[in-house]
Nanobody
Framework: QVQVAESGGGLVQAGGSLRLSCAAS????????MGWFRQAPGKERERVAT????????YYADSVKGRFTISRDNAKNTVYLQMNSLKPEDTAVYYC????????????????WGQGTQVTVSS
């Protein structure tokens, strides 16, 4: 059974930076994809960034392009989300998602989800 666990959320001022980590356990990823989603109060869940495990091909939502960077560490089975130039509208619960299936594309679907980590950006 695959489990994913996020860490690294917190409170930061606008313009600041945070790095989120997502560790996957239960199997070694050599294919499939992992990614980050977020959900703000009263809003639908939004795809933020995803990465294909085999070749590190990435996808970013327009709202975060140029500010966020997703990366992976194969040896640690971990994905990171470096968030720079944070804005109050980035405030949300951030969820990590994963799928180890080689049939899964960069946009998913994702089978395994973490519990989420809160990111709050103050103005």
């Amino acid at each position: 059974q695959v489990q994913v666990a996020e860490s690294g959320g917190g409170l930061v001022q606008a313009g600041g930076s945070l790095r989120l980590s997502c560790a996957a356990s239960g199997r070694t990823f050599s294919s499939g994809a992992m990614g980050w989603f977020r959900q703000a109060p009263g809003k639908e869940r939004e795809r933020v960034a995803t990465i294909r495990w085999s070749d590190a091909h990435t996808y970013y939502a327009d709202s975060v392009k140029g500010r966020f960077t997703i990366s992976r560490d194969n040896a640690k089975n971990t994905v990171y989300l470096q968030m720079n130039s944070l804005k109050p509208e980035d405030t949300a619960v951030y969820y990590c998602a994963a799928s180890p299936s080689p049939r899964v594309g960069i946009l998913g679907p994702f089978d395994y989800w973490g519990q989420g980590t809160q990111v709050t950006v103050s103005s």
